[in-house]
């Protein structure tokens, strides 16, 4: 009987052990920013508007400058003429392409969608981070998720 008490005790203790460290884990891997490597031209300054308002979310960015490059980049990573802007990045193995707000990465990067390459706000919007004064909300384009089939579809309407 004392054996007994004592196992499931022992049992009960562990099964409480590691949910605690479980949600450790879980809490400290939030607290942790998400790396984000933006590649770019050097004429570019709106790019580094972009990286600020990224960073200022809670990401770590740093900025590769490739001024003979970022046509091989776009194309490598999936990136057609039409959905292409002014910077390509590369988080959480998803590619963002241009002013895409930070809470659309975020919103991808919970959701992980399996069929999605990346995201993209074509062109540069004139009313999207980076390109209007700090703070102000995006509106008047649409950030678009572009797929490993090709298609691509409205994920967030501004």
Known sequence: MAKSLILRTFA??????????????TASEQNMPTAVTIYKS?????????????????????????????????ATNGVTQKLASCHTAKVGGYVIEGHV???????????????VVGLTAPGMPMHSPGMQADGLPPKGYDVIAFKKDGSTEVYTRY
């Open 42 to 74: 050097s004429t570019c300054p709106c790019c580094d508007d972009w990286a600020k308002h990224m960073s200022k979310e809670g990401f770590q960015v740093t900025t590769e400058v490739r001024d003979n490059d970022m046509d091989r980049i776009k």
């Open 101 to 115: 707000p930070a809470a659309d990465v975020k919103r991808l990067l919970k959701e992980k969608p399996a069929d």
């Open 12 to 25: 009960v203790t562990m099964v409480l052990l590691a949910s605690i460290a479980q949600s450790a884990c």
